[in-house]
C-alpha cells in the first residue's frame, strides 16, 4: 500500500540487480512510478523513450560511466532540467564536489538507509517543483537571479545551476546581508525532514562558489556561525 500518491516518474540507473529492484520495489510503495536501466547507455535510451521527474544515478556503471550520463544529461537542453541524485562508495569530499560539479542535485553514499534515500529524493522533489514565494528578478555585483525563468547570470553569461544550488543561492540574495547559519540554510533549502550534516552544506557552497566564478567572492564564510550574502571586501 502507498503511504503517499504522485505521478512523478523516476529512473534508477543502476548496476546491482537487487539494489535497483530494491529502490524500485520502495519507490512504487510511495506511489513514484518507477524505471531502470543497469548501464550508462541503457539510461540514455530510457531518456530518450521519457523524461523523468528525477534521476538516481549510480557513478559507477559498466560501459558509460555515470559522470559521463550526468554530463550529457546536463548538456542536453531537453534533460538539463533533470534533478539528478547520485549514488556512489565514494566517500571523500573531492568526489562529493566532483559529483555536485557535475549538476547532481544530492549525493548518498552507500551503504544506505532506504528512508534517508526517499527522504532525500521527495526534498529533491520538493525543490525543484516548489512554487516561488516571488517572482522579483534579484541583483547584486555580477550576479542576477531570476525566479520565474529559473536562470542565472553572472556577468550577463548562463550559470546552469542545479535545483539545490538555485535554491540555495536565492535564500541568502534574499537574505540581504544577514548571516544564515547552517541549520538555517538545511531546514529552509533541503528541508527539515532531510537528515544532512553541516558539512553536506560546506559542499554546497563550494560547489556553488566554484559555478559562480566571478561571483563566487559574494558569497562569504562567517566563521563559526555559516554563510551571507555580501560585497566583497576588495
Known sequence: MTTSQTDKLILVVEDETDLAELICYNLEREGYQCRCAADGEAALVELRRCRPDLIVLDRMLP??????????????????AIPILMLTAKVDETAQLSG????????????????????????ILRRSTA???????????????DPSRHEVTVDGSPTPLTSTEFAMLRTLMVANGRVMDRDQLISTVLGETVAVTDRTIDVHIAALRKKLAAGASWIQTIRGVGYTFRPPVS
Open 63 to 80: 560501459g558509460k560511466s555515470g559522470d559521463a550520463v550526468a554530463s550529457e544529461v546536463k548538456r542536453t537542453a531537453s534533460t538539463s
Open 100 to 123: 555536485f560539479a557535475l549538476g547532481a542535485d544530492d549525493y548518498v553514499t552507500k551503504p544506505f538507509s532506504i528512508k534517508v534515500l526517499l527522504a532525500r529524493i521527495a526534498a
Open 131 to 145: 512554487t516561488e514565494d516571488g517572482t522579483e528578478i534579484l541583483q547584486a555585483g555580477p550576479i542576477t537571479l
